[in-house]
């Protein structure tokens, strides 16, 4: 993955963002409501509820619009960043052998640390997007069917109720899941790219290989990181869920609800309550984020 100037970066970046946001959307809103959902339900429980009491349009794209615009700066500043801390390892890492290096022959774990803080620096747009996502995907679970409530309306919630901080409720859980696993995410992609690379007899196509290669990231970073994600997810619906509860505590952290999810029937088990559609969901959406985005710079 080389560097293809900062303004393609974060067109490419942006296209591609937006080609997996389509594809995962409704999948996330399925996830998002069993990892808050307060009844267990299986995925395909789930899926029929929403579908039978929404449809499609309000039921699994609820809360879309901005998170498509949040998913072409989320993408952009991952590409971008983690391509500015490739090439900063390249340029400041000392010869080996009197050879430099180059992004190809970089160490393993330069591409693993440059995915780390790619997703640091994501995080930080990335938590009052989904902040405002996830209120909107459980919504209606909570009975507020009204469907006039729009982003603004959440926004002035939180705002009015936390401050304009408020809207970075979740930012540690973010961070934790977003500095390992994107270094996750691109370490994983890197990885079977150079297996790749370095087994051409392999009979199956370049672009095919892109295709497994985003796929088998976005299966490692979903897998490894999905109990930090449920908690980050019940941190930032806790509120919308229990707005008519006089007795919820004003500020909810990771131990709360860690405490809380341990305390409901099924244990640890509650940590893990939408993985199913989640990995479901990572094969196509992420193999589609890395081949666009590989095949814009090919041919831009």
Same mark, same amino acid.
């Given at each position: !993955?080389?560097?293809?100037?900062?303004?393609?970066?974060?067109?490419?970046?942006?296209?591609?963002? !937006?080609?997996?946001?389509?594809?995962?959307?409704?999948?996330?809103?399925?996830?998002?409501?069993?990892?808050?959902?307060?009844?267990?339900?299986?995925?395909?429980?789930?899926?029929?509820?929403?579908?039978?009491?929404?449809?499609?349009?309000? +039921?699994?794209?609820?809360?879309?619009? %901005?998170?498509?615009?949040?998913?072409?700066?989320?993408?952009? #500043?991952? @590409?971008?960043?983690?391509?500015?801390?490739?090439?900063? @390892?390249?340029?400041? *890492?000392?010869?080996?052998? +009197?050879?430099?290096? =180059?992004?190809?022959?970089?160490?393993?774990?330069?591409?693993?640390?440059?995915?780390?803080?790619?997703?640091?620096?994501?995080?930080?747009?990335?938590?009052?997007?989904? *902040?405002?996502?996830?209120?909107?995907?459980?919504?209606?679970?909570?009975?507020?069917?009204?469907?006039?409530?729009?982003?603004?309306?959440?926004?002035?919630?939180?705002?009015?109720?936390?401050?304009? %901080?408020?809207?970075?409720?979740?930012?540690?859980? =973010?961070?934790?899941?977003?500095?390992?696993? =994107?270094?996750?995410? &691109?370490?994983?992609?890197?990885? #079977?790219?150079?297996?790749?690379?370095?087994?051409?007899?392999?009979?199956?196509?370049?672009?095919?290989? *892109?295709?497994?290669?985003?796929?088998?990231?976005?299966?490692? @970073?979903?897998?490894? #990181?999905?109990?930090?994600?449920?908690?980050?997810?019940?941190?930032?619906?806790?509120?919308?869920?229990?707005?008519?509860?006089?007795?919820?505590?004003?500020?909810?952290?990771?131990?709360?609800? !860690?405490?809380? *999810?341990?305390?409901?029937? +099924?244990?640890?088990?509650? &940590?893990?309550?939408?993985?199913?559609?989640?990995?479901?969901?990572?094969?196509?959406?992420?193999?589609?984020?890395? @081949?666009?985005?590989?095949?814009?710079?090919?041919?831009?």
């Amino acid at each position: !993955m080389t560097d293809s100037g900062p303004l393609k970066e974060i067109a490419f970046g942006a296209v591609s963002g !937006m080609v997996g946001k389509v594809v995962e959307f409704p999948f996330d809103t399925i996830k998002v409501r069993l990892q808050s959902s307060s009844v267990p339900l299986s995925s395909f429980q789930m899926i029929r509820t929403t579908y039978v009491n929404e449809g499609i349009i309000n +039921g699994f794209y609820k809360g879309f619009r %901005a998170p498509l615009l949040g998913a072409c700066a989320e993408t952009s #500043i991952l @590409f971008t960043s983690y391509n500015w801390s490739t090439s900063y @390892f390249t340029a400041s *890492l000392k010869p080996r052998s +009197g050879i430099k290096y =180059t992004e190809e022959t970089l160490p393993f774990w330069t591409k693993c640390a440059s995915g780390g803080f790619a997703g640091f620096m994501a995080s930080f747009i990335l938590t009052p997007i989904e *902040l405002i996502k996830c209120q909107l995907q459980v919504s209606n679970l909570a009975g507020n069917v009204d469907n006039s409530r729009s982003y603004l309306y959440y926004i002035r919630q939180v705002i009015r109720n936390n401050g304009v %901080a408020g809207l970075w409720s979740g930012l540690s859980s =973010t961070l934790v899941r977003e500095i390992t696993g =994107t270094a996750i995410w &691109f370490g994983t992609y890197e990885y #079977i790219n150079d297996y790749f690379k370095a087994n051409p007899h392999v009979p199956i196509s370049p672009d095919i290989q *892109l295709l497994v290669s985003g796929a088998l990231a976005g299966i490692a @970073f979903n897998w490894i #990181i999905f109990p930090v994600d449920t908690i980050k997810s019940n941190i930032q619906t806790y509120e919308i869920l229990h707005e008519h509860d006089k007795n919820r505590p004003k500020r909810i952290g990771v131990w709360y609800i !860690m405490k809380k *999810l341990a305390a409901k029937p +099924g244990g640890i088990k509650n &940590f893990y309550n939408g993985l199913g559609i989640t990995l479901a969901r990572a094969v196509p959406a992420n193999a589609l984020i890395f @081949f666009t985005y590989e095949q814009l710079k090919k041919n831009f």
